[in-house]
């Protein structure tokens, strides 16, 4: 019964909470964010999706562990580039990482890894090779791009995923 009116439980408290946070605290503002929580997990399900089916789920604390370490990084990275101006041999340039993560959920969230990560955007992914193209602002070396991606992500959500 609960699940036809609250498909996706999670979701629903997470949009509600996340519309509490963005609005100002009131009983009307926690009514209009619960209505359109439960209309948004409502079309999440005609929409159907695959249920996400986690493998290995106590390694999730540890790639988020890494991804804000990661991020941390990152940001400090950039900032030195924008504010230490341009340096003689500073190059951006696309990088193509062979990926064996097939899983949808896993792609999505390594998609989100990319893209938050400062300094690098996620550009296209090929299904049918399997092959990744990322942005890079600072593109020292290729190899260890294809390294930090396929060992410290792609191997982590795999072990979750598949």
């Known amino acids: 019964m609960i699940s ?8 629903t408290v997470a949009l509600l909470v996340m519309w509490m946070l963005l609005t ?29 089916r986690l493998r ?3 390694l999730i604390p540890k790639l988020v562990a890494i991804l804000l370490w990661d991020i941390l990084l990152s940001n400090i990275a950039v900032t030195r580039i924008i504010l230490g101006g341009g340096r003689p041999g500073r190059r951006s340039g696309f990088v ?4 064996d993560l097939r899983d949808k959920t896993g792609l999505a969230i390594l998609a989100c890894i990319v893209t938050s990560t400062p300094g690098t955007a996620w550009i296209e992914y090929a299904p049918d090779t399997g092959v990744l193209l990322i942005h890079v602002l600072d593109l020292v070396e290729e190899d260890e791009w294809v390294d930090t991606i396929k060992n410290r992500y792609e191997k982590l959500l795999m072990e979750v995923y598949e």
Do not use: C, E, T
């Open 4 to 11: 036809r009116i609250l498909p996706y439980p999670v979701l």
């Open 24 to 52: 100002a605290f009131s009983p009307g503002q926690f009514l209009l964010g619960g209505i359109i929580a439960v209309g948004a997990s409502r079309v999440m399900a005609a929409l159907q999706p695959d249920k996400p």
């Open 56 to 58: 290995n789920w106590h």
């Open 96 to 99: 193509a990482i062979p990926l």
